[in-house]
């Protein structure tokens, strides 16, 4: 193409907007934030196969990798190579599953290491949400780093309408410090919609459940979090699955390979009580002006 061709492709596909933050305050798309408060919980896991799971139910759905560091989105859905299409400022995400994905792995060598201070992650993200052309989402979904760091920060004061789900393991100390990143979260104007308990329990051939990690770390942390007012339930318990990790080593979500999995057939059920939630039009400008 042409520069020429390219302009008009890049202005073509903003529809006459000027660059800018895709997803603000005016925007319609719901932005679901998945985080956690330390590493090695299975939120990547979950994110991929929930956005996977969410647009099986027939929504638009996007995926921001912002875990700079541990980045691990793209292998998670089979495309770790695959690179955006850039046309003029504008980046083309690549399609996996149904679902748009974006991450900084996609920018860096096989086997790089990130290194990066907080000015540098800030501008990473923001640029994600501006530079990369998403189209029309019903559903961004957004997995965070571990913890409480400089992109919890970041992401919320870009997206303060962001709704927050919250992953943690059965052990009660992972319960602790998975409030934290509620709270941050909360600090920011986001809302906490929820816990996700994973590797709850492996079950065993005659029917019972070996409790590895421990039980009630999700309803614990769902109880902390919970005030009079704004309660935070338990969105679902997913127990360890072998065949979960096989999908996320081949690249192939579990919802799609084995759907009868027990683990599949949890996150669907997730995936079907987030996909209810619409999204809301108080307080947003719908474009239209009186004649």
Known sequence: MTREER????????????????????????????T???GGVGKSTLTANLAVSLAAHGLRVGVVDADVFGFSIPGLLGIAGAKPTKVGDMIL??????????SIGMFVEDGAA????GPMLHRTIQQFLTDVFFGDLDVLVIDLPPGTGDVAISLGQLLPQAEVVVVTTPQQAAAEVAERSAIVARQTGQTVIGVIENM???PQPDGTVLELFGSGGGAETARRLSTEDKPVPVLGSIPLSIALREGGDAGVPVVLAYPEDAAAVAITAIAARLAVRERGLAGRSLGLSVT
């Open 7 to 34: 302009d008009a492709l890049t202005e073509k596909l903003r529809g006459g907007r000027p660059k800018a933050l895709q997803f603000g305050p005016d925007s319609l798309t719901r932005i679901l934030c998945v």
């Open 36 to 38: 956690s408060g330390k």
């Open 93 to 102: 995400p690549p399609v996996a599953h149904g679902v748009k994905v974006i």
């Open 114 to 117: 990130v290194s990066w201070r």
């Open 200 to 202: 709850a329990g492996l």
